[in-house]
């Protein structure tokens, strides 16, 4: 990096922020949500993937090779028997929600369809949940092109953390809850839930069988836009009947998570309740509740609560706020740190 380059940086560090531009595709990925976006009677958010070329997806074969990645996956995880117990758990869950449905194989349509390769992520450090299954869009079908390629990503809409930690604590009561399998409550067409297709058996001994996933899916590169862009709509929506709730949606969410909070404990409540009810009406469930007054935590279901001592708020009661340790009780933030080990030699 030039010297001019390394001194522009220097002074732009203390510069206020300035939103980009959008985009070309940004705008074009916008206006396909707008105008493709709708309710089903249920009240969930159906929404189509922003395709580049929608009359013209030029997509190759990509089967053969999800079948590949599969029996790899499927042969490394025989070798596991607890992890790959956990992975059948978490694949069967699709089906029994009514997140993903079976579908027969047609040679015709192989070009009309894509495959998502996918294997486990465990992360042991998580609360509740360590096993989750990853799908990978970014694989290259037989004529190279991967169903990433073809589709807008779509802009960033979420907002700056340490922005966003930093507003939170402006509150004197706060509260933190999670929107359980947030991607997986926004219904994707049917006519491009084609274009979301995996295989999956039980046993080795089973016939490979094909399904198709319902829902918004991690993985793909405009899931992120897609299910941060419709909570934007819920506030939308809810903004003449639920303003507490339409605030929180706009300006108090990291992705799935809820960081609000008020002035006062009835505020608090007050925007706890609209909060619920709206995202409800979308087939949204709040879980993992915590906060730093037990009163906000009044009425909640011990079962949605972060743990079942929430509600005295122990002294133990130390929950993971994206990546920080938040001590409710106390109030305050604090970060665990693995102690460095000793080596004979460092790289």
């Known amino acids: 990096m030039t010297p001019d380059k390394l001194l522009t940086q220097f002074w732009e560090v203390e510069e206020v ?22 309710r089903n009677s249920d009240g969930r958010y159906v929404v189509t993937l922003p395709f580049k070329t929608p009359e013209n997806i030029e997509l190759g074969n990509s089967r053969h090779i999800a079948l590949a990645q599969f029996l790899r996956n499927e042969k490394s995880l025989s070798r596991k028997p607890e992890i790959k117990a956990e992975y059948d758990k978490a694949i069967n869950e699709y089906l029994e929600l009514g997140h993903m449905t079976k579908v027969e194989y047609d040679p015709a349509d192989n070009t009309k369809t894509y495959y998502l390769p996918h294997h486990a992520v465990i992360k042991p450090d998580r609360i509740t949940t360590q096993l989750r299954v990853v ?4 694989c290259p079908t037989s004529n190279r092109n ?79 836009f897609l299910a941060i862009r419709t909570l934007l709509k819920l506030a939308d929506d809810v903004q003449g009947t639920h303003p507490l709730a339409a605030e929180i949606l706009r300006n108090g969410m990291y992705v799935d998570d809820v960081l609000a909070g008020a002035h006062d404990v009835p505020t608090a409540i007050l925007a706890r309740d609209e909060l ?17 007054d037990p009163k906000v935590l009044s009425g909640i279901p011990q079962e949605h609560l972060l743990d079942t001592n929430s509600l005295s708020l122990p002294e133990s009661n130390n929950t993971k706020t994206l990546g920080i340790r938040w001590n ?6 604090f970060f665990l740190i693995n102690p460095i080990q000793d080596k004979t030699a460092y790289t």
């Open 17 to 38: 922020p300035r939103k980009p531009l959008p985009s070309t595709s940004d705008i074009v990925c916008e206006q396909i949500y707008k105008n493709t976006t709708h």
């Open 146 to 224: 991967s169903l990433n390629d073809v589709l807008h990503t779509g802009p960033t809409l979420q907002a700056d953390l340490v922005i966003l930690v930093v507003k939170w604590r402006m509150f004197q009561i706060v509260f933190n809850a999670d929107i359980q399998k947030m991607y997986r409550q926004i219904l994707v067409e049917s006519r491009h839930t084609p274009f979301q297709r995996i295989l999956f058996r039980k046993s080795s001994n089973d016939p490979i069988e094909d399904f198709e996933l319902q829902t918004v899916t991690f993985g793909i590169n405009c899931a992120p």
């Open 135 to 138: 799908f990978n869009a970014s």
């Open 328 to 333: 409710a009780k106390k109030d305050a933030f």
């Open 276 to 292: 619920t009810s709206s995202l409800k009406s979308a087939g949204f469930a709040l879980r993992k509740w915590t906060s730093n």
